[in-house]
């Protein structure tokens, strides 16, 4: 069973992939989904992104996924929600794996 909640994997720089988790209890119809979100990463491959969220969070439902595009990445960098979610993304990736060995 899904939890509904929206998931993006994103290869913000050429090799470096992202994963954008919203929040299990995030509010429904928001503006930007992703003020209620998470990013963890970076990951080599947008598989290894897909094992990390196998391993640590029950499944949202669907995902979308963003490959690097030069075009793209110059819209993104100025995206300031997702540079504060990627500037987070390595402090919530040692959090969560931290977790899954304290449930081993």
């Known amino acids: 069973m899904s939890c509904q909640r929206e998931c993006q ?4 720089e050429p090799g ?18 992703r003020d209620y979100a998470n990013a963890y990463g970076s990951f080599s491959s947008e598989e ?15 995902s979308s996924t ?12 100025e995206d300031k929600t997702l540079l504060d979610l990627i500037q987070n993304a390595e402090s919530n990736l040692r ?3 931290q977790r899954y060995v304290m449930r081993r």
């Open 9 to 12: 994997f994103i290869e913000f």
């Open 16 to 33: 470096k992939w992202y994963l954008i988790l919203e929040d299990t209890m995030a509010p429904k119809n928001c503006w930007d989904w």
């Open 48 to 62: 290894a992104a897909r094992e990390f969220l196998r391993n640590n969070f029950s499944n949202p439902g669907g």
């Open 66 to 77: 963003l490959p690097y595009d030069e075009k793209k990445a110059k819209e993104w960098k």
């Open 95 to 97: 959090t969560a794996q």
